[in-house]
């Protein structure tokens, strides 16, 4: 044992000077997974090496390529809906397609057997539009919240520089929320390119205190123009998502169902899982609320994490982490963990996203990044 842990000592220097482990414990579990998929792609009916895409941490792509997401992603914000303005009146931007799709379906698509194959898709989708209608060539970013856990306001998907997603919301005087305690913002974000956004659908279900005023229509989709709110701190990032966490959720889920319902844990009982940290750290009006939190150009970075996490669990074992399903069909007013709702989810069960998404697909079909409408990795 001795002699083992003296060669340990002396061979993480060397490895990590040859490349072979990162420093990142999660990184090098992203890396042992990558085999898998290589040889997956291989065996691929739509996917090759030659139109792999690969997506990256926002902190290590160029300032040219966080200004081409920004500048698609405006872009989105600027083009019209394609949805029914009687049905609803605050889709005002082909954005806010977007945010519709997730508000009308949120009570199916978390705490189900469909919320990593849904957002997977969702996301994808996401960047499908920023290519096809606002002319983006890049892919989408993630945000690795181990990296920046100790102080996600510094950070450069935070900081309110013009290569950021936006800074902080002012600093206002507000209560905690039921899922944090006041964070270091609260007010309107007043920097980077996202500071004149206006949002128009929702509050449903807001988390900030004192929330927004809400609208006559309590479905959330009538227009309501206000500011975009958010209130960052690490009170939940420094807990629940520091790269340890996510190494600890990755390991320990032997099955899709721990692995999915540790993820979306919410305090009390099983700590707070990675996906409500990321999004409570956002917090604000609209990160903070269940419904309409896609409506904060932040959400995309969380989820493509989100997904990476999904990704990196299933390549640890990719064989038989792919067509495996656990959990039910509906949050039925709560988090239907293992099999809320009236029905199992089933593979075979459809996922559609509407005038968001390119078909009605399976899940089946959504459970490998280099099958199906996919064809990516993360680096
Ligand atoms: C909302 O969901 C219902 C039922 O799933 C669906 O029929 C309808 O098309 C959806 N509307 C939008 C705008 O996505
Ligand atoms: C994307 O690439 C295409 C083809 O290479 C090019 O014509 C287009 O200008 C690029 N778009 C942007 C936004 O860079
Ligand atoms: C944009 O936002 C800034 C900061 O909140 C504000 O001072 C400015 O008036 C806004 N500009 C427009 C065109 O709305
Ligand atoms: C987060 O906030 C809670 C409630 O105010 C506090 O008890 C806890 O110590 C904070 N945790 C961290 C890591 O800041
Ligand atoms: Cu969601």
């Known amino acids: 044992m001795a002699r083992f842990s003296a060669f340990a000592l002396l061979a993480v220097p060397w490895l ?21 998929v290589d040889a997956q792609i291989a065996k691929s009916k739509t996917c090759t090496k030659a139109n792999l895409q690969v997506r990256r941490e926002w902190g290590d792509i160029s300032a040219t390529d966080k200004k081409a997401y920004i500048a698609a992603m405006l872009c989105i914000f600027s083009k019209p809906s394609k949805l029914d303005k009687t049905k609803f009146p605050g889709a005002k931007s082909r954005y806010d397609d977007f945010v519709v799709v997730h508000m009308n379906q949120t009570l199916s698509i978390h705490g189900t057997g469909s919320f990593l194959s849904w957002h997977r898709y969702y996301t994808w989708s996401f960047e499908r539009i ?115 966490d996510i190494v600890a959720l990755i390991t320990n889920s032997k099955n899709i169902g721990t692995f999915q319902d540790t993820m979306q844990a919410v305090t009390p009982g099983g700590g707070m899982g990675v996906h409500n940290a990321g999004h409570y750290t956002i917090a604000g009006d609209p990160g903070g609320d269940f419904y309409t939190s896609p409506n904060d150009p932040a959400f995309w970075v969380h989820h493509g994490m989100i997904d990476r996490t999904w990704y990196i669990w299933q390549t640890q074992d990719f064989a038989a982490r792919q067509q495996v399903i656990a959990g039910g069909t509906s949050m039925n007013g709560g988090f239907g963990f293992g099999g809320g709702g009236s029905k199992m989810q089933s593979l075979e069960d459809p996922v559609d996203l ?4 390119n078909k009605v697909w399976k899940i089946k079909d959504l459970v490998s990044t280099v099958d199906g409408p996919f064809c990516y990795v993360y680096e």
């Open 354 to 357: 509407g005038v968001v998404g």
């Open 16 to 36: 990590l000077l040859a490349g072979l482990v990162s420093g990142d414990a999660v990184l090098d579990l992203q890396n042992k997974g990558r085999p898998s």
């Open 130 to 244: 920023l290519r096809e209608e606002c002319g983006y060539n890049g892919t989408q970013p993630y945000w690795d919240w181990g990296r920046w856990s100790a102080d996600p306001e510094k950070s450069p998907i935070f900081d309110g520089s013009e290569t950021s997603l936006s800074g902080n919301g002012k600093k206002t005087a507000h209560r905690a929320s039921s899922f944090a305690p006041a964070g270091n913002g609260g007010g309107c974000i007043e920097t980077g390119p996202f500071k004149n956004i206006t949002v128009h659908l929702g509050p449903v279900s807001p988390a900030i205190d004192p929330a927004p005023p809400r609208n006559p229509r309590t479905d959330g989709y009538g227009d309501n123009p206000r500011c975009l709110r958010r209130d960052i701190s690490n009170n939940l990032s420094s807990k629940y998502s520091r790269t340890q």
